[in-house]
């Protein structure tokens, strides 16, 4: 792994293409709204049988100001008391799903995220908890991955004690960019000082793991000052890292069209900050996981690719892919067994729906066979960078190229220009490759061709 990338300019030119991140395969693109509630329960009920592990996911959607970037499912609102009634809806669905698990279900990973989590009360984020302890199988040993999403500027030391005390161990700080200008063109200013409390803070009460979120291609970078964010965020050493591509999508996330367009940084310069990012973090001793996503060698992220063990699912790289993942609020999108669904993305249809006693499940989708294989595919390529054709000829009972047969001349495209190693037994994503694995993962996807592009960010 110690050469997990090597940059080629004209590869990127070639195969920087729009699609999907395959937190999911299918993606999110292909729900329907055929899927509802008695699949979910139908499902549940599946999971309650094999008492599988649980992943929680909450999504708390409120957030006080606005980033001009941002693309995530929120509500921007300085009434706090907008958090109240939606809570009350959050514990009916938390109690309405719990009923038809087994209390035996380890919880081995919970995510809060938004939004900005830490929007809530101290006492509101205590009465959360606490609900969720009610009614789920949470660890008290500190042996669970249980994450919060952090906006240093929502965030203080007592924010940080609470949260520990409440049982987290993880933290994922929101950071995008360091200078002041850049700041003021997404209207997010905050401080290095903020960010250093908050990590001072973490360690100081022994969260197991920091992770930092970074952006490039926002309005005002140049290659030099994003170089110097970077090299400041070496120094506060996160465990993990995000170096997450800015898309500007402007005519479909509103917030976007406040950014001026002739303030973004040209193609070629975000290309350089993608690849001096690298050789900064790199040399700094951080492993290029994959998909944005860099992590010191310890990490349990570097571990489990070292092991061939990495998954990934919703929340993105994870050592708990074998978990059935629960969503929980407002867009929040579970996995259990075959079944994919989501919750309504709208806040008042969520509330509604659950004020009268019925779960908010809005669309999903249910994997078939093909699904199930191609899903297989993906993941071993895009979490291990590397697929043994015999492992998914055994678990799915197929001979691989007669299967795929109408993919080898990509395939073998890919391999006469370096992305891959091919041969009859398997695929090595090459170090030249391993920034675009995602361009190799759409080799398989049945989807692609009826899906509209313009929907997906850039692979780089």
């Not at 919970?110 to 009465?127: N, V, W």
């Not at 170089?227 to 800015?246: C, K």
């Not at 973004?264 to 690849?275: D, G, H, I, R």
């Not at 398989?444 to 009826?450: G, N, R």
């Amino acid at each position: 792994m110690l050469d997990a990338i090597r940059w080629d300019t004209d590869l990127i030119r070639r195969y920087d293409l729009a699609g999907p991140r395959y937190t999911s395969y299918p993606t999110a693109v292909q729900f329907n709204s055929q899927v509802g509630t008695f699949d979910l329960f139908h499902a549940l009920r599946d999971s309650r049988k094999a008492l599988r592990p649980l992943s929680l996911y909450v999504h708390v959607p409120f957030c006080a100001n606005i980033c001009y970037y941002c693309a995530c499912n929120k509500v921007i609102t300085k009434d706090r008391g907008r958090a109240l009634p939606y809570l009350q809806r959050l514990e009916q669905e938390i109690q309405l799903i719990a009923c038809h698990l087994d209390p035996a279900q380890k919880v081995e990973q919970l995510h809060f995220g938004g939004g900005t989590p830490t929007f809530l009360s101290h006492d509101e984020l205590r009465q959360l908890m606490a609900h969720l302890r009610k009614h789920f199988n949470l660890l008290d040993d500190d042996s669970g991955d249980y994450g919060i999403e952090i906006d240093p500027r929502e965030a203080d030391w007592s924010t940080m004690g609470l949260l520990r005390e409440l049982g987290f161990n993880r933290v994922s700080i929101g950071l995008q960019d360091l200078d002041p200008a850049v700041q003021r063109a997404v209207n997010r200013l905050q401080s290095l000082e903020e960010t250093r409390a908050v990590i001072d803070a973490a360690r100081t009460l022994q969260f197991r793991s920091i992770n930092i979120d970074l952006i490039y291609g926002l309005p005002k970078q140049t290659p030099d000052n994003f170089a110097r964010t970077v090299e400041e965020v070496i120094h506060l050493q996160p465990d993990r890292l995000s170096v997450f591509n800015y898309a500007h999508l402007p005519e479909r996330f509103m917030p976007q069209r406040r950014i001026n367009g002739n303030e973004l940084p040209s193609p070629a310069q975000k290309l350089e900050m993608l690849q001096r990012s690298i050789e900064q973090l790199t040399a700094a001793g951080y492993r290029y996981i994959g998909m944005d996503h860099f992590a010191l060698p310890d990490d349990e992220l570097a571990v489990a690719q070292e092991e061939s063990t990495l998954q990934r699912n919703f929340q993105g790289y994870t050592t708990h892919g074998h978990c059935d993942l629960i969503g929980l609020g407002v867009s929040a999108i579970s996995q259990v067994g075959d079944l994919y669904c989501q919750n309504s993305s709208d806040l008042n249809q969520y509330q509604n729906t659950l004020a009268g006693a019925q779960l908010a499940t809005s669309r999903g989708l249910v994997c078939n066979a093909d699904d199930r294989l191609r899903r297989a595919v993906i993941q071993q390529l895009i979490c291990n960078f590397s697929l043994d054709f015999a492992d998914i000829e055994r678990a799915f009972n197929i001979d691989f190229q007669g299967y795929f047969g109408a993919l080898w001349p990509q395939l073998q495209d890919m391999a006469r220009d370096g992305l891959i190693e091919l041969d009859s037994e398997r695929i090595n994503v090459l170090p030249a490759g391993r920034l675009l694995v995602r361009s190799v993962c759409m080799v398989f996807d049945a989807y692609l061709e009826q899906q509209n592009r313009q929907r997906f960010s850039r692979v780089i």
